[in-house]
């Protein structure tokens, strides 16, 4: 097949769905097809992301991203209009080169992953396919659909709410198909609300669409969700709906200790709490539940709770291959959250996907906080075949975007498969 090459490179400042600036970047091949793609934004970040390039002063508090808009529309439109381009990895690699620093803060990885995403579109489109079966194709995957995991309940930096734990999911694993799924998930949202509101805790929302009920114990938010589970005749577990947790345990260890509704924990007392509330409610998946710091805290709870959750990191590997390929070997974690603005450019988030399939690990897909129209996700985690999509509530455009760009993906094709695969350790040394 040809090369890329590209005639005309766009970018713009818009809002996103917290109502602080972000990069849209339009890319337009010579054959004349446009492509756009817009970056999020995360609030509970890990130390080694890609770093956004703000503005700073008055302006949007200092969010502004005019220099890194400039930078889409100077240098990096002249790099990718100077030649044709053989493959994402080729213009990606140019990119990172063209920054030149390891977090990509000089140009911001919210102009770079802007730019990616718009590219890893043009090279789909010039390949005749949609995006998630040209990503299938790239990464050697077997396309799935991912069972959705909604974030119906919020707390820590997402909400106002005194509740430390960020993000409450529901995951209907035993759906049997993804519009069944859908409709599971907000099912139990509109079941939450409702039981809320009779409890007199309805609120406001999170960031991400949940409710931020005036609350502080997790065990209290998970109560209200097997209510709003049974409420809808569902099943809770994994033959129904299961529950995740992200409790984003960097926001509540203050470098030594973990304050967890009014506790002082170590690691180890950590560890024992996450096993009850795993002996108690249905919980298949457990997120960031240690600081990214504490390392010899994630390989203790790991191997102590591997057999019975997933165990997945988020702001400790960063989207990062090298850093979960060490946690594979160390067997600090079984999983890996998978958001391409951590890593700043398409490539690199793909090479982390390969490097957790090779080494039998998880992945799940997921949005940020701050979030956009760009549905890029949804196809990222189809064409990975990783079985996980996070993508918040079933609710607010910005989310159920994904959400229903997944229905479509399903409506057009029908022989996709849905639900978590089968983890293949070492396939790489077969
Ligand atoms: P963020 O949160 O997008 O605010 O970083 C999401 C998460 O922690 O998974
Ligand atoms: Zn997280």
């Known amino acids: 097949m040809g090369e890329l090459e590209i005639e005309r490179v766009r970018a713009l400042q818009v809002l996103d769905s917290r109502g602080y600036p972000t990069v849209r970047v339009w890319i337009q091949g010579t054959d004349g097809h446009v492509c756009a793609a817009t970056a999020p934004s995360g609030a509970s970040t890990g130390a080694h992301e890609a770093v956004e390039l703000r503005d700073g002063g008055p302006a949007y508090s200092g969010k502004g991203v005019t220099a890194a808009v400039a930078g889409v529309t100077g240098e990096i439109a002249d790099l990718l209009t100077s030649r044709p381009w053989s493959s994402l990895a080729d213009a990606d690699r140019a990119l990172i080169a063209l920054d030149g620093t390891p977090g990509k803060a000089r140009l911001g990885g919210n102009a770079t992953v802007a730019v ?24 050697g995957q077997q396309p799935r659909l991912p069972v959705p995991h909604f974030n119906v309940l919020n707390g820590g930096q997402h909400a106002a709410n005194p509740l430390d734990f960020q993000e409450f999911m529901v995951a209907p694993l035993g ?15 509109h079941a939450l609300g409702a039981s809320l509101k009779r409890k007199g805790l309805a609120g406001g929302l999170g960031d991400e669409g949940g409710f931020a009920p005036q609350i502080a114990r997790p065990e209290e938010a998970l109560e209200l969700i097997m209510g709003a589970i049974a409420d809808t005749g569902l099943a809770a577990g994994r033959d129904g709906v299961a529950i995740a947790l992200d409790p984003a345990a960097n926001s509540f260890h203050d470098g030594t200790a973990y304050r967890v509704a009014g506790s002082t924990l170590t690691s180890e007392q950590m560890t024992d709490y996450y096993a009850r509330l795993i002996g108690d409610y249905p919980i298949w998946s457990l997120e960031d539940p240690l600081a990214e710091d504490d390392a010899p805290g994630w390989a203790a709870l790991t191997e102590a709770l591997r057999d019975r959750v997933q165990v997945v990191g988020d702001d400790v590997f960063v989207t990062d291959a090298e850093r979960v390929r060490e946690a594979i070997r160390t067997r600090s974690a079984t999983a890996v959250l998978i958001k391409p603005n951590q890593a700043g450019t398409v490539t690199e988030t793909l090479e982390t996907l390969t490097a957790a399939a090779r080494g039998g690990f998880g992945a799940m897909v997921s949005h940020r906080s701050g979030e956009t129209e760009d549905t890029f996700v949804a196809d990222l985690a189809v064409g990975a075949g990783c079985g996980q999509l996070k993508s918040g509530a079933p609710a607010r455009g910005e989310r159920t975007a994904k959400y229903n760009r997944l229905l479509e993906i399903a409506a057009d094709n029908p022989g996709l498969p849905y639900g978590l695969p089968r983890l293949t350790e070492g396939r790489d040394h077969a």
């Open 175 to 189: 759906a049997p198909d993804y519009p069944e799924a859908l409709r599971w998930g907000a099912e139990v949202y």
């Open 116 to 139: 990616s995403m718009a590219l890893a579109r043009a090279f789909a489109s010039r390949a005749g396919a949609p995006l998630h079966a040209w990503i299938a194709e790239v990464l």
